[in-house]
C-alpha cells in the first residue's frame, strides 16, 4: 500500500497564477483533509471532506477550494496564489471510529508563491 | 476554543539521556490525544491515540502517558535516530473531526 500521495512535492508559482494540488490514499478512508504548516504555527486545517462529493470548510479556507469527486482523491485548488500561500501543505486522511481518529499524512507538498 | 501547547519547543540530549516532553491541552470533550513524529520534509507520522485519563501506551524507547490536563512523551534511552519534531494533537467530541495540533517540540539526540 502505498498509503497517502501527494502530487507535487515542489512548485513555485508567481502571485496570481493557480494550480491543483492532487492527494490520493488508497486505505479506503472516509475522511480527508487538507492542512497548511507555517514555521512557529501547528498544522492548520484548510479544508476536509467526509466522503465522496462532499466537503467542508476548515480553520483557514479563504483562498482555497477543494473537491472530491472520488473516494480516494481530494484536490486542493488554489485560483490566485498569493505570497501569503507559501507554506507547506500536508494530505490526509482517516477512517472515523466511535473513538479516537488517527489521520495519516502525506509527504507534503512545498509550494512557493513569489 | 480548543488549545494545546507543547513544552519545551527544543530539546537536545546526549545518546542514553532519558527525557519527557510535554504537551498541555484544553479540550472541550477529548475523543483522543494523538501523538506524532515529524522528520525535516516529511509528513508527521502516527505514534500514539490515547483516550482516557490514566491511559498508557508504549513503543520501542517511547511511552505516551495521558492525565486530564496533559500528556507526556517519556523517552527512555534515545538514540541519534530518534531525533525529530514530536507533534501532540487532541480530538474533540464536536460534531465534526476537528483536530487541534500543537507546535511541537524539536528533539535532537547527540551522539
Known amino acids: 500500500n502505498a498509503g497517502v500521495t501527494q502530487t507535487p512535492k515542489f512548485r513555485v508559482l508567481k502571485t496570481g497564477q493557480s494550480m491543483t494540488l492532487l492527494c490520493a490514499q488508497d486505505?479506503?478512508?472516509?475522511?480527508m483533509y487538507w492542512y497548511r504548516q507555517d514555521p512557529g504555527m501547528g498544522l492548520r486545517l484548510i479544508h476536509y471532506?467526509?466522503?465522496?462529493?462532499?466537503?467542508a470548510k476548515g480553520e483557514v479556507p479563504d483562498g482555497y477550494n477543494v473537491s472530491r469527486l472520488k473516494k480516494q482523491n481530494f484536490l486542493l485548488g488554489l485560483e490566485s496564489a498569493a505570497p501569503s500561500q507559501t507554506s507547506v501543505y500536508f494530505c490526509?486522511?482517516?477512517?472515523?471510529?466511535?473513538?479516537?481518529?488517527?489521520?495519516?499524512f502525506g509527504p507534503g507538498t512545498r509550494l512557493t508563491v513569489l | 476554543e480548543d488549545q494545546v501547547t507543547q513544552s519545551p519547543e527544543a530539546l537536545r540530549l546526549q545518546e542514553g539521556e532519558s527525557s519527557s516532553l510535554n504537551c498541555s491541552y484544553t479540550v472541550s470533550g477529548l475523543r483522543g490525544l494523538f501523538w506524532y513524529r515529524q522528520d525535516p520534509g516529511k509528513g508527521p507520522e502516527f505514534l500514539f491515540t490515547l483516550y482516557s485519563a490514566g491511559e498508557e501506551k508504549e513503543k520501542e524507547r517511547l511511552k505516551a502517558t495521558l492525565t486530564k490536563k496533559e500528556s507526556f512523551l517519556h523517552i527512555t534511552a534515545p538514540k541519534p535516530e530518534d531525533s525529530a519534531t514530536y507533534l501532540c494533537a487532541v480530538l474533540n467530541s464536536g460534531g465534526y473531526q476537528k483536530v487541534t495540533f500543537g507546535i511541537g517540540t524539536k528533539l535532537q539526540v547527540i551522539p
Open positions: 471532506s467526509v466522503g465522496e462529493g462532499t466537503t
Open positions: 486505505m479506503n478512508h472516509e475522511y
Open positions: 490526509a486522511s482517516s477512517y472515523p471510529r466511535t473513538s479516537g481518529n488517527e489521520q495519516f
